[in-house]
């Protein structure tokens, strides 16, 4: 059972535009939201992360939008550079233990 | 730069070699994680440890076994493997296991199973 979907499954945005990747979860005890950016060969990295208590969070071009009434949330990139194309993670969490969407793959064109 | 050091990068081995994946975390960790990674699907959790201990056994086949003999070094043991368990191997760890806790992942080791 895949606790959080995760959409697109991958997108092509112009450099200068902005790229949306949504999530959805189910599970109403997850207090924290993670997303993770991973470039081909390396592991996933932390990006931003957000607590339900809050609706928006904003950490340079990166910004988590959430919706804790309809269970979503949403990561948008703005002025995106060729340096994000990379495949973007939504997470959920309750302690410790993570539920990843499956991942978007975002290819910024110059 | 990586806090977290996995070896081998790649593996390629037979259904019925034994081999196993290190795992070294250079932040001052408590707890250990292993997760798979296969294509266009979620990263899966599939062991943790905290302190040494286990806390978390995912319903992982016997044919994986891990070891953990301090905070430092995680190892994933492996025998009798599938070819369905070819996969991107992860492993990371945490400051502990609460919420604002995030998991440092390491670079992965790239397993194929003939």
């Known amino acids: 059972q895949q606790q959080v979907k995760q959409s697109p499954q991958s997108l092509i945005v112009q450099k200068g535009g902005i790229s949306i990747i949504n999530c959805a979860y189910e599970?109403?005890?997850?207090?924290?939201f993670p997303w993770y950016q991973q470039f081909p060969g390396k592991g996933p990295a932390l990006l931003i992360a957000?607590?339900?208590?809050?609706s928006e969070k904003k950490e340079g071009r990166f910004t988590i939008s959430f919706n804790k009434s309809a269970k979503q949330f949403s990561l948008h990139i703005m002025d995106s550079q060729p340096g994000d194309s990379a495949t973007y993670f939504c997470a959920a969490s309750r302690a410790y233990k993570l539920s990843f969407g499956a991942g978007t793959t975002v290819t910024v064109r110059a | 730069e990586t806090g977290v050091t996995q070896t081998p990068r790649h593996l390629v081995m037979g259904m019925t070699n034994k081999k196993s994946l290190k795992c070294e975390q250079h932040l001052g960790h408590n707890a250990m994680y292993w997760y798979k990674q296969s294509a266009k699907k979620p990263l899966e959790l599939m062991f943790v440890?905290?302190?040494?201990?286990?806390?978390e056994n995912n319903s992982v086949p016997s044919r994986f076994s891990p070891e953990c003999p301090n905070s430092s070094h995680l190892f994933l043991h492996l025998h009798t493997l599938q070819p369905e368990d070819s996969a991107l191997y992860l492993c990371?760890?945490?400051?502990?296991?609460?919420?604002?806790?995030?998991?440092?992942f390491g670079d992965g080791t790239r397993l194929s199973i003939l």
């Open positions: 440890y905290n302190f040494k201990e286990q806390t």
């Open positions: 957000i607590r339900p208590d809050v």
């Open positions: 599970n109403t005890a997850f207090d924290y």
């Open positions: 990371a760890s945490s400051q502990g296991q609460g919420q604002d806790q995030p998991q440092h």
